[in-house]
């Protein structure tokens, strides 16, 4: 079984709206955290944002939040306010508590129309 | 120089040369990465360095040879590549720890053609 799975391989959406990129996890650990990275045209992946599983608030970052519900284990990114910057590739992973060593989603490509 | 360089940006081989990969962190930390990532395909670890250990994917064939000479310094040698092995290869790095978010930090990767 995949360990993340990203299921959107595409999304669109207009400029100033906001967007949810889904991701779904499956793991028997206790401990584990969460990632999301953007990766723009040019390759180079960046961190967004972090969510520890035993973090009891949704992790906030400027325009992007991380819905994590626990009992679906989903941990689906939101992004505020959509500007035309944020047209990349959005990957998921998730390191378990055992390893330092993160696995990644398959990504999902954000198209912002303006 | 801050965070995490790769040097070249872009190679154009062909399959019987030889040549390297580098990649330098800035960051202080313990454990760099390499990825493949190919057109359409999951992203791919291929090896590990941290203090503690080498991790490596078994899949990888034996073209490629990581070297890591210290915890700032990682290298990927490349012999008599084959034109799949085209892609952009991502080096990163990170904390080795578990106990906190310890994100990676990448490279702007190198884009390999092999003609």
């Known amino acids: 079984a995949q360990k993340i799975t990203q299921t959107q391989p595409g999304m669109f959406v207009q400029e100033k709206e906001a967007v949810t990129l889904d991701c779904t996890y499956d793991?028997?650990?206790?401990?584990?955290?969460l990632f999301w990275y953007k990766q723009p045209s040019s390759g180079e992946m960046i961190f967004l944002i972090y969510?520890?599983?035993?973090?009891?608030q949704n992790a906030t970052e400027g325009r992007y939040s991380l819905n994590f519900q626990k009992a679906r284990k989903s941990a689906n990114l939101v992004i505020s306010a959509s500007q035309l910057g944020d047209s990349a590739m959005y990957f998921c992973?998730?390191?378990?508590?055992?390893?330092?060593?993160?696995?990644f989603g398959r990504g999902t490509s954000l198209i912002v129309h303006p | 120089e801050t965070g995490v360089t790769q040097t070249p940006r872009h190679l154009v081989m062909g399959m019987t040369n030889k040549k390297s990969l580098k990649c330098e962190q800035h960051?202080?930390?313990?454990?760099m990465y390499w990825y493949k990532q190919s057109a359409k395909k999951p992203l791919e670890l291929m090896f590990v360095y941290s203090l503690e250990e080498r991790v490596e994917n078994n899949s990888v064939p034996s073209r490629f040879s990581p070297e890591c000479p210290n915890s700032s310094h990682l290298f990927l040698h490349l012999h008599t590549l084959q034109p799949e092995d085209s892609a952009l290869y991502l080096c990163?790095?990170?904390?080795?720890?578990?106990?906190?978010?310890?994100?990676?930090?990448f490279g702007p990767g190198t884009r390999l053609t092999v003609t």
């Open positions: 990163a790095s990170s904390h080795s720890g578990t106990g906190e978010s310890y994100e990676q930090y």
């Open positions: 960051l202080g930390h313990n454990a």
């Open positions: 969510q520890g599983s035993y973090d009891e």
């Open positions: 992973a998730m390191r378990e508590g055992g390893s330092y060593i993160p696995t």
């Open positions: 793991t028997s650990d206790q401990s584990y955290g």
